[in-house]
């Protein structure tokens, strides 16, 4: 197996984490995930992903799930600790991958960083700011809560610009834009820097929730209007 989804991790948010990204078209038979409990591996293989029973910060663990060549790295353990030692061994495995982490606490964030991942997402942090959100203001906490679920309502999307958006600002564009993906940096929508839209950039939008079977269709239906498959 190669350029496949290695999941660390089969709890509330590996289970989360996969989900979203089998909704954007990946199959689930090119997602790998490692837990030490034979159970979490007996529910990750009946729902049709592949599995590796075993402790994660062993390279032998990692290998066996081909984290070597591996294209997306996902580390949800349930200690902090764990997700270090685990970011350490698969970047020593894999240098090209793309690692994401997560953590409980905001403090031990950069020393994962440190350890190899490239994005780290602190879940006890990011649940209070949703509290507070929805203490303030129940309805903007409602709208967050709807971005972050997956498959309903709204949804946040990257997708590279379609031929008839280049030259355009983001916001002459039919979807809600956000940010605008151009090389290495991230751009906000109204970023002096962005101008025109190029072929070569991706935007993060804002779209109405699709349904993973009607993906493809959508797709396809991009490229029709576009006249052609888009680059």
């Known amino acids: 197996m190669r350029d496949h989804t290695v999941v660390v991790g089969f709890g509330t948010k590996g289970r989360s984490a996969i989900r979203a990204v089998c909704a954007t078209g990946l199959r689930k038979e090119r997602v790998v995930v490692i837990d030490p409990s034979s159970k979490a591996i ?3 293989t009946t729902e049709g992903y592949g599995g590796v029973v075993g402790d994660a910060t062993r390279s032998e663990v990692l290998k066996r799930a ?8 996902i580390i949800a353990t349930q200690r902090d600790d764990t997700a270090v030692l685990v970011a350490l061994t698969a970047r020593q495995l894999n240098a090209g991958a793309k690692i994401v982490a997560a953590v409980r606490e905001e403090e031990n964030a950069p020393l994962l960083k440190q350890s190899g991942a490239d994005e780290v997402i602190t879940s006890a942090g990011a649940a209070g700011r949703l509290l507070g959100l929805s203490v303030l203001s129940p309805a903007a906490g409602l709208v967050m809560e709807d971005l972050i679920r997956q498959g ?3 949804e946040i999307v990257e997708r590279p610009v379609t031929r008839a958006e280049v030259g355009r600002s983001p916001r002459e564009t039919e979807e809600l834009v956000v940010s605008v993906v151009r090389g290495h940096r991230v751009l906000g929508y109204d970023d002096p820097a962005v101008g025109g839209l190029e072929l070569t950039d991706r935007v993060i939008t804002i779209v109405p929730a699709v349904a993973p079977e009607d993906r493809h269709g959508l797709h396809h239906w991009r490229e029709i209007s576009e006249g052609g498959p888009q680059l």
């Open 42 to 44: 007996d529910a990750a």
């Open 66 to 73: 081909e984290v070597q060549r591996a294209g997306q790295i």
């Open 152 to 154: 309903s309502g709204l």
